[in-house]
């Protein structure tokens, strides 16, 4: 593994996003990721690559936004979330299940 990590790449990825839809996604050598909101794609690709040794073939991101709540008659939000689909080389692959 590349030992030229650094401390922004961790900043990048914030969490991998483990559903079912990640999970029929991940068949295909996709890979869901909650990133920073003010990521931009080659960062993100540039932090795949570096933490897991992989090669990247596409990003795409969508940002998912924050549901309405209301609790004890307050009217609140949750947060947008930004999240990156990370499509992988042919023959690489990630497993979010077993962590860094």
């Known amino acids: 593994m590349s030992k030229n990590i650094e401390p922004r790449h961790y900043d990048v990825i914030v969490a991998p996003v483990v559903t079912e839809k990640a999970t029929l ?8 990721f909650k ?16 933490l897991f040794d992989v090669k990247v073939k596409s990003v795409n991101t969508l940002v998912r936004k924050g549901k ?12 947008n979330t ?4 990370v499509t992988l ?12």
């Open 82 to 85: 930004k999240r990156a689909i």
């Open 35 to 50: 990133v920073a909101a003010k990521a931009t794609k080659p960062q993100i690709k540039e932090a795949v690559e570096k």
């Open 89 to 100: 080389e042919e023959g690489h692959r990630i497993d979010v299940t077993t962590g860094l």
């Open 25 to 32: 996604a991940s068949e295909h050598n996709k890979v869901l």
């Open 68 to 79: 309405v709540k209301v609790f004890r008659g307050h009217l609140g939000s949750q947060s």
